[in-house]
């Protein structure tokens, strides 16, 4: 049982590059998300998921794109990298409301 | 708006010396309040889930416990390897889908 797993561990863009951060869990669960944790600040919401084909925003979505096309994977996009958006990506899942969320080890992201 | 704050931000300990982190909470209905451990370089990982005031949970050391304004993350005799930032999370009955985090106190338990 692998939990929820994140790729890449770091990666480096320049301002305007796009990418994707991927995240699978293997719990089974209906409810996925992705957090950004940035020095000072605890960890902000940016989308989440219910179930397949269904998404919606966070906190803090501006800049970010999601997907569910399955229940495994929910993958973020970046669609044009800004320097504001260097941060450490969380992806987490949890098995119903009331359930604590169960945490990916993360993406560093650095934007130059 | 449902907010948390903890503190303190940072706590040294000599081995051996306990003491408590406060999560201090507001939140329109609580749906359940978490506490998890977060290691340098690694996500945050699950500790205690609390539903109602008065309810206490333990795990070897590690003691939480729950009022209705704040919770209390109580450290029996640590130990070097208890170093970590610890967090402290909320979610609300009618914001069921988020959960609030603070930004975590810092324990350094030294030998």
């Known amino acids: 049982n692998a939990g929820v797993t994140q790729t890449p561990k770091f990666q480096v863009l320049k301002t305007g590059q796009s990418m994707t951060l991927q995240c699978a869990q293997d719990?089974?669960?209906?409810?996925m998300s992705w957090y950004r944790q940035d020095p000072g600040m605890g960890l902000r919401l940016i989308h989440y998921s219910v179930g397949a084909g269904i998404t919606d925003q966070g906190e803090v979505p501006n800049g970010y794109n999601v997907s569910r096309s399955t229940t495994e994977d929910f993958p973020l996009r970046l669609l044009s990298a800004a320097p504001s958006q260097t941060s450490v990506y969380f992806c987490a899942s949890r098995y119903s409301r009331g359930s604590p969320l169960h945490f990916g080890n993360g993406t560093r992201l650095t934007v130059t | 708006e449902d907010q948390v704050t903890q503190s303190p931000e940072a706590l040294r300990l000599q081995e051996g010396e306990s003491s408590s982190l406060n999560c201090s909470y507001t939140v329109s209905g609580l749906r359940g309040l978490f506490w998890y451990r977060q290691d340098p370089g690694k996500g945050p990982e699950f500790l205690f889930t609390l539903y109602s005031a008065g309810e206490e949970k333990e795990k070897e050391r590690l003691k939480a416990t729950l009022t209705k304004k704040e919770s209390f993350l109580h450290i029996t005799a640590p130990k070097p390897e208890d170093s970590a930032t610890y967090l402290c999370a909320v979610q609300g009955l009618n914001t069921g889908n988020q959960f609030y985090f603070g930004t975590g106190t810092s324990l350094t338990v030294i030998p």
């Open positions: 719990m089974n669960h209906e409810y």
